[in-house]
């Protein structure tokens, strides 16, 4: 693909016995948001680790920006944002001089580094804490601190992996307009999460893994119109009976109709003006109905469909 940043093919990575990746393909192209996504185990870490040459692989090939990845390709290295779950930042330096060492890691010229430095606390809203130690941040701040250490020498593909846990809904919301904001500006993002809101609201496209294989690939709508329920309507129904379950199996797209308390549930595989058709149906037929609520899939819906909803470990 001309155009992709990230370019796996067959991956294979086993464990002793345990296929961890199995023949795993994916590509990336410039200037997306894709969401990585896949339960406990499904592989995706392990890819991810892959991708950055910190695991060696069975088999399979690997390119970022046109060019195999390899542990000693720090060209491309240089241009690689990472920004993990666990919060990697230094205790006993205060806020700017993490970034600063980070950012030196990549950056050699002590002017544009200073620039980047400053660049990257304004982008986080972290410059009226420069002198402030880890340890004194809030959760939020500290998830900032630890994007800014990990962007601050303008990669041109930044791997954010579980950014916004356990942060308030105003750093979440500021972390998320960042990386909006960088994608803007000309980065590629490979965005991985649990908050399958976050991946609907933030990402162009979306991959799920499991047990170790790329099982869907589309976006948000595209993997939602691949269930076979596209809608569901409840309605509470104070009289109910085996003749209305029939009648309302036979209006068009309605695939299944059941009692439930004190309501009836209706789901449909596709169609529109299903809530029409059925309400006209109820009315003509006199049979009183209460609350109506009416629900769309969701990117969980298509998750827990197509991964399963056994716990994972």
Known sequence: MSNAIVSIENLVKR???????????????????????GPNGSGKTTTINCLLSLLQYDKGD?????????????????????????????????????????????????????????????????????????????????????????????PKLVLFDEPTVAVDPQSRNAILEGIRKMNREGATII?????????????????????GKNVANGTSSELKNSLKNRETIRITLPNQSDDILRALKEINHVYEARFENDDVVIRCDGGEHNLVHILSYLSDSHIPFGRVITEQPTLNDVFLEITGKELRD
């Open 15 to 37: 464990y002793g016995e345990n296929l961890a990746v199995d023949h795993f393909s994916l590509h990336v192209e410039d200037g997306e948001i894709l969401g990585l996504l």
């Open 62 to 154: 690997i390119q970022i920006f046109g060019k195999p990845m390899r542990p000693d390709a720090y060209d491309i290295k240089s241009k690689i944002g990472v920004v993990m779950q666990n919060v990697a930042v230094i205790e006993t330096l205060n806020v700017y001089e993490n970034v600063d060492f980070f950012c030196g890691l990549y950056i050699r010229d002590k002017a544009t580094r200073k620039q980047y430095v400053e660049e990257a606390l304004e982008f986080t809203g972290l410059s009226d804490y420069k002198k402030y130690k880890p340890k004194k941040l809030s959760g939020g701040l500290l998830r900032r601190l630890n994007i800014a250490c990990g962007i601050a020498h303008k």
């Open 191 to 211: 965005y991985t999460s649990h908050y399958m809101e976050e991946v609907e609201e933030l990402c162009s496209r979306i991959v799920i893994m499991d047990h």
